[in-house]
């Protein structure tokens, strides 16, 4: 792959950002990526993975720490003038008139009025935008805004065309439709950039729009390895191969440890004293669990997700949250709940409660500290500081603060703390037999 | 009055479709984006008829004529500093001196602009350039604009030598100052929240700094500028009628203007001529308001960033200005050239593709830290060694009791304008008929400048014996307690329906429902309404705790008075005792009440 004319390379690309309890948090971790003409590459993967940043270090708009990206062999610095990004909130100027903003680039490279115009507007038509040349965006559809940025893009007719998520702000049926769409541009030939580099989280669309899939994990964001899509267009996403794919990705994602393709796994992570909490409401946990319980205790995820309408993003950490607690096991692309797990899926809103403190405090040993903590200071009570300076030195400021906040809901559902948002104080929540009690009248009620 | 907006506006409305429905021949021409400030899109730029053509040239011509007059005069008139213009009390010299104030208005106006993009531009542009320049606006923003008049006065008389423009500068510059800040403010914080995605793309699809500037900065800070420009231009009224006539370094100054026409009223206790300053000045405003800033909010709502589609804002003069041929005219010989210039400038700021960033070192953000708070500290020292070599210590000692007076009187006014105002504003903004009705009024009585009421009020005082120590607490109430009921309507209007609805089916009443929702839920409108009306009683305690009529001076104890004695006289380190003192005591109330309260507010009673 080295000796293939490369458009754009990331050599060896790390990005850290100070922590502001001193130290740094690492991004991306020593990431090569090249991107060769006439190919699609999806990167895929979770959030905090460090996709959209290394997306944007490639488009020059963010310096790596380390590293160098070159294009055509050359180092990059500044803004990548080879490459047109389709961005996620579609970055319209709603001032602007869809042929207005269709320009902007041309214009902007000095391009003569006529030239621009007559550019802009096949490319409105390319996306099915004629007769909405003199349109504001605010009178546009979702959908349709997200065409006059793909028509912006191409315009430039750039070597690599970048999308940052781009279907992910749409409806469900629009976006697919989109999808389609663009996938049908490329495949006729008459694509206006020789390629195209695409973030995602769904892994249907990279399998769909995607040549090679490079999968990244999280903690640091790294390149865990990539899939190769050789299914031929148009792809049929009923079809056995695809399915295969789906499932296998999915088993690639659900498992930090798994092999992607045949490249080995990174090596294993030193266990952490603080391991990352995954983003999952209790309610969503005990929600996820009772539908998996209903379904028969075992499910498909990609079934799952289409099922239930859900992006990876919003099931995967109900999922992990769900491993990490010992309700469910995840392997191959399929969920599996365990004993305990059922237990507490079926078990009443007082039982459940107990079952989930019980797992909380043998499976997160953090949890365990702050009670200890809690029970031997006098005044039962600590301060969010002390927890957040704790956590601050493991996570970047917004992670840590996002960490509390599980660590709170989880606390709260499991009855083991109870936390003042005022005084941003935890304190033992009261005696377990009082909420009893009151359960127990509840009920008599 | 709205009734009569409406009125036109279909008026004007169903004229436009007929004529429309005869000559459908739509005219494209080439728009450059950010010129076409939106007083026309490409539909509707076609001939129209004639009625509108005549009142917009007509008003053209009027508005520069009166321009052209009233500049000439001020510039041509030759007048050594010792000889001051005489004011003359009759009522038919009114329009003339209206004029002239409101000319100083606009160009100061027009500085406070020019000065809010280049100094709201360089600090939210570079990181040192804001590490001095945003703290600095906070302490300009606090200090009494008031007590600067002395300073500056005397500066620009030494500079216009020999003629009245001293004077005009002087005028203008206070009247800056009271503009200036908040429009700064609100252009710097809408530069630094521009959308993330907005700003890449504007850097990925290699936007000139031009570009940058013209299509996505200025309007998307738009709207935030023309409403604080609006607020600040009615609080400038104010500044324009102290500035302009004037006691310092025992010398008397006069401008010929409203507000020294009202002075000289005063002085000779000429209550009809009060009356009709107090008219005259009704009418500017209302003038002002609706030939000006109406259509400027109304044009400016088009800047909205977010892209939900609303019923667009209407306004008679934008429709009669978009109904008329004639600006589509000028537009149609100027666009070519426009186009061109706006071509070049984007040429000539072009970001280079390949530029190297420049790496930012630590050390010499270090330095430079350590250079600036050398350099404040120095100026700090230099101005406690003047003032107390001027006074002694026992002089601050007796200032800063002043400055304890006249801030308990400012506390006590926001305690009673609050008790007195907030049931009666959440009242109007649970009316949302009432709301539409008062709330043009009450913005009205917010830039109507309450110094031309102190006649009315001191003759009372002096009627029934008042002493000025509680009676200068109601004078600058009169100005101040417009922004809190102005903000608590907006805020009862804010509270959500189904909150509303939700207290009334639990039976939420009485003091519950002031506790559980009206209280919390207008909290931070409340708090933002307290912050503007404290600065303003602040500033308006220099005018208000001492006034005269005729011969009868009264006055209060407090920092005030203290300031504008020291001013009349002349005495430097008392000036800037006073001056320093008071900005401290703002600074300090800042720190210690609003900005925690207005934290509280962020984050805990934050509705949506």
Known sequence: MAHTTSLLTAERVSKTFPLSAGGEQTVLETVSLTVAPGEVVALLGRSGSGKSTLLRILAGLIEPSTGIVTRHGVALHGPNPDVAMVFQSFALLPWLTVQENAELGLTARGVPKENAEKEAMYALQMVGLEGFEGAYPKELSGGMRQRVGFARAFVMKPDVLMMDEPFSALDVLTAENLRGEISDLWERGSFPSKSILLVTHNIEEAILLADRIVILGTNPGRIRGEVRVDIARPRDKSGPRFRALVD????????????????????????????????????????????????????????????????????????????????????????????????????????????????????VPLTATVLRVLEQKRDGRIGKEFLVDILDEHFSDDEAEKQFQTLIDWGRYAHLFEYDADEERLYLAEPEEDVADRDAQSAAD | MAEAQRGFGILFKRIERIWNGRLATPVRFSRIPQFGIGLRTESESRPSFHSADLAVGLGTLVLLYVAARVGAESLVKFNPPDVIPTISLDPRNLPNYAARSTLRMF??????????????????????????????????????????????????????????????????????????????????????????????????????????????????????????????????????????????????????????????????????????????????????????????????????LELSAGEERRFWVVDLWRAASLPAIFERILGPSLFGLDRMLSHFTRVEPHAERRSTSKTAD????????????????????????????????????????????????????????????????????????????????????????????????????????????LLMALGAQWYLLFNVIGGAQAVPNDLREMATSIGLRGIRKWRFLIGPGIFGSWVTGAITASGGAWNASIVAEIVSWGHTTLRAAGLGAYIADATSTGDWPRIVLGVGLMSVFVVTLNRIVWKPLYRLAQTRFQLS
């Open chain 2, 366 to 473: 270090r330095v430079f830290n350590v250079i600036v708070s050398i350099t404040s500290i120095g100026l700090l020292v230099v101005a406690i060694r003047f003032v107390l070599s001027g006074v002694g210590l026992a002089e601050v000692g007796h200032a800063a009791l002043l400055g304890l007076a006249t801030a308990a009187r400012v506390l006590a006014l926001l305690v009673l304008s609050t008790i007195v105002w907030t049931p009666i504003g959440v009242a109007i903004g649970f009316n949302p008929r009432l709301a539409r009705l008062s709330q043009p009024l009450v913005q009205i009585c917010a830039s109507f400048p309450a110094n031309f009421l102190f006649p009315f009020a001191t003759l009372v005082f002096i009627r029934f014996g008042i002493h000025l120590n509680w009676g200068s607490m």
């Open chain 2, 107 to 304: 160009i100061a106006l027009g500085f406070s602009t020019l000065f809010t993009f280049v100094y709201g531009y360089a600090a939210a542009r570079s990181r040192r350039a804001e590490r001095v320049l945003v703290p600095l606006l906070d302490i300009l923003q606090s200090v009494p604009v008031l007590g600067f008049l002395s300073v500056t006065v005397t500066l620009f008389i030494a500079l216009f030598r020999g003629s009245l423009l001293g004077l005009e500068a002087a005028s203008i510059f206070a009247i800056f100052t009271g503009q200036a800040w908040n429009m700064t403010f609100s252009f710097y914080q809408s530069l630094r929240t521009v959308p993330t995605e907005l700003d890449e793309m504007a850097t990925l699809y290699g936007l000139s700094k031009w570009e940058r500037f013209t299509r996505l900065e200025l309007p998307s800070s738009v709207i935030g500028l023309v409403w604080n420009g609006m607020m600040s231009f009615g609080g400038g009224w104010f500044f324009l009628a102290a500035s302009e006539s004037i006691s310092v370094l025992n010398r008397q100054y006069t401008l010929p203007g409203l507000g020294s026409y009202v002075a000289s009223a005063i002085a000779a206790r000429d209550l009809h001529a009060v009356g009709w300053a107090i008219v005259t000045m009704v009418i500017l405003v209302l003038l002002i308001d609706q030939l000006f800033w109406k259509p400027l909010v109304t044009i400016a709502d088009r800047y909205k």
């Open chain 1, 248 to 363: 296998h990705v999915y088993t690639v994602m659900t498992n930090p440890e798994a092999a992607v393709e045949e490249v080995p796994a990174a090596t294993a992570k030193p266990t952490k004293r603080f391991p990352m909490l995954p983003h999952a409401r209790s309610g969503g946990i005990s929600g996820l669990l009772e539908i998996i319980y209903d379904r028969g205790g075992r499910e498909d995820l990609p079934q799952l997700a289409s099922d239930l309408r859900l992006e990876i993003d919003d099931l995967l950490p109900a999922v992990d949250a769900s491993a990490l607690l010992g309700f469910a096991s995840v392997a191959e692309g399929d969920v599996t709940i365990t004993d305990t797990g059922k237990e507490f899926a079926t078990a009443g809103i007082h039982r459940s409660h107990e079952i989930f403190k019980e797992q909380l405090l043998s499976r």
